[in-house]
């Protein structure tokens, strides 16, 4: 697939660095296909990272998740996936490359910015999870 899904998580939004995050990404080649800002309850952010359950960190993960706005998007781009994870950098941004997302905008490893899709199945499930059919047309 040619799709990803990411969110500007709270810290970033948080911080004002929404507009310069979107403008890397764009300036990357990435096609916004949808987007929208929202907010996630703590049940919902605990449904969205259900794989992280039994780890140490799900309790903040999912705290952090919900303390304030996101911005949820579907991406479109040839190679979406691996290229966007490369673009965001390492989950810790300690030990992302420079000019990565992540090495310019996150706080931490927990509060580090954006999220990031894994597989082209978990980018259709996540992108499902935020937007309706007619949204992700
Ligand atoms: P995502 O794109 O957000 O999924 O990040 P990732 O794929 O680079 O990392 P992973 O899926 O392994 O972890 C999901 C999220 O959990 C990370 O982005 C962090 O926000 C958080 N996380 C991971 N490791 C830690 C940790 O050691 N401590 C804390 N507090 N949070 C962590
Ligand atoms: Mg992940």
């Known amino acids: 697939s040619n799709r990803t899904f990411t969110m500007i998580k709270p810290d970033a939004m948080a911080d004002g660095h929404a507009g310069a995050i979107l403008d890397q990404i764009i300036k990357a080649g990435f096609k916004i296909v949808a987007m929208k800002q929202t907010r996630l309850s703590i049940e919902k952010a605990g449904e969205f990272y259900a ?79 935020f937007f309706s059919a007619f949204e992700r047309f």
């Open 51 to 129: 794989v992280h359950k039994e780890r140490p960190f799900f309790g903040e993960l999912t705290e952090f998740m919900s303390s304030g706005p996101i911005v949820a998007a579907i991406l479109e781009k040839e190679n979406a996936v691996a290229d966007f994870r490369t673009l965001i950098g390492a989950t810790n941004p300690a030990n992302a490359e420079e000019g990565t997302i992540r090495k310019r905008f996150a706080r931490s490893v927990g509060e580090n910015a954006v999220h990031g899709s894994d597989s082209d199945e978990n980018a259709a499930i996540e992108g499902n999870f």
